[in-house]
């Protein structure tokens, strides 16, 4: 009886022993084993090289322009995932573009890079009209070439030649320089004295690559306490749109379109995503200030409402900045803007009623009056049209 004992006992240490693996039985080598393993890890992480910091030059177009930008953005290290993440914050690739493959080659005696997307990045290009799509395969072009220090690159999806209903891409793809290309990286644009200093934010939303803030700071000859409103309402507004709780991924930068000694107009652009919600939402809004005493401007009080509600719907001496046809504008405002002349009067922030809702938003350029209308879209949350004074 007791052999039988002991048989089983040992069967019930032998089986427990090969379900623990390699381990030691007895506890006191267990610990000793464990704490060597511990070690190793701990030893493993030490050595583990920390991720340098670079700046890459990041090219997009500010939405609502037709033009290719750049500004100089502080990564984690050059990697083909993360300048997507970086060109997606600009609208240049969609949120779903996922890089499947990234090769860099010589090919005689020139630096040639592969770069393989998922099939999200094709469809994504397949929406855009022939103008965008050259700016999006510019800015995607000239990051990445930059980035590497390479010659040309060879953009596939799905491991075969991009493709579109405008084009198609066999061949690798060189540095590409767009007429009016103008460099974000210049830290000010002057006039009369007065600067506007670029200003990028990472304090809410720190080690994130899905969040980015720019912001402009205006100095000049004005009073301290004008500079001090004036950038309190440009800064208060970045980051307002930054929710903690529901941000998933948040572009935000700006545009000056006009500046000389006695006014200014800045357009903030960019796109924002919340969590559980798979549209990519597009917004701007603008900022007009006097910059002698830093009261809010509206542009459109100069202008005779039916006057411009009508050249508006008969798309008279006006411009579109969007990528929208222009019948298909004017449909959206007869739907959606029935009553055009009241919702123009509406336009713009107004600071003396704090809960009032601005339904749109102009600023001045220097040949005319830009409008951003919010609209009911597929593809598009706002449409941008200029409206002529000189013509």
């Known amino acids: 009886m007791k052999k039988r004992l002991i048989v089983c006992l040992l069967c019930i240490v032998v089986l427990g022993t090969t379900a623990c693996g390699n381990q030691n039985i007895q506890t006191g080598s267990m610990e000793f084993q464990n704490d060597n393993i511990d070690t190793a890890e701990s030893e493993q992480k030490e050595e583990l090289p920390q991720e340098e910091t670079v700046k890459v030059n990041i090219y997009y177009s500010p939405v609502g322009t037709a033009r290719l930008d750049s500004a100089l953005e502080e990564v984690k290290g050059i990697k ?8 997606c914050l600009h609208n240049i690739v969609s949120i779903d573009t996922r890089v499947l493959d990234f090769i860099e080659s010589k090919e005689m005696g020139k630096n040639v890079l592969t770069l393989n997307l998922n099939k999200a990045f094709g469809e994504y290009l397949n929406t855009m009209g022939i103008q965008s799509e050259e700016i999006i395969m510019a800015a995607l ?15 596939l999806v799905d491991g075969k030649a991009l493709k579109t209903m405008n084009h198609s891409y066999e061949e690798p793809l060189v540095f590409t320089k767009l007429e009016s290309t103008k460099s974000e990286t210049e830290t000010a644009v002057n006039s009369e004295e007065f600067c506007v200093e670029r200003v990028e934010d990472d304090s809410i939303a720190k080690n994130n690559d899905q969040i980015h803030i720019v912001y402009p700071r205006i100095v000049g000859p004005a009073d301290e306490e004008v500079l001090k409103a004036m950038n309190t309402h440009l800064k208060e507004y970045a980051l307002s749109l930054y929710e903690f709780e529901n941000t998933e991924q948040l572009s935000c930068d ?27 939402y597009s917004y701007a809004a603008s900022f007009n200030f006097d910059l002698a005493n830093g009261q809010y401007l509206r542009p459109l009080t100069k202008w005779d409402m039916e006057e411009l509600a009508d050249r508006l719907l008969r798309f008279e001496h006006c411009e579109m900045l969007s990528d929208m ?12 803007y029935p009553k055009l002349e009241e919702a123009l009067e509406k336009f713009d922030f107004n600071f003396d009623e704090v809960l009032s809702v601005a339904q749109g938003y102009s600023y001045r350029s220097e040949d005319g009056v830009g409008l951003i209308i919010p609209v009911s879209d597929d593809i598009l949350d706002y449409v941008e049209v200029k409206v002529l004074t000189d013509y």
């Open 325 to 336: 046809e222009v019948n298909t504008f004017i449909q959206q405002l007869q739907m959606y």
């Open 254 to 280: 700006y545009e000056v379109t006009y500046v000389d000694g006695d006014e200014i107009s800045i357009v903030f652009r960019g796109t924002m995503k919340w969590k559980g919600n798979e549209h990519q």
């Open 80 to 87: 083909p995932e993360t300048i997507i993440s970086r060109l």
């Open 141 to 155: 072009t000239n990051t990445f070439l930059e980035a590497y220090g390479a010659d040309a690159i060879l953009v």
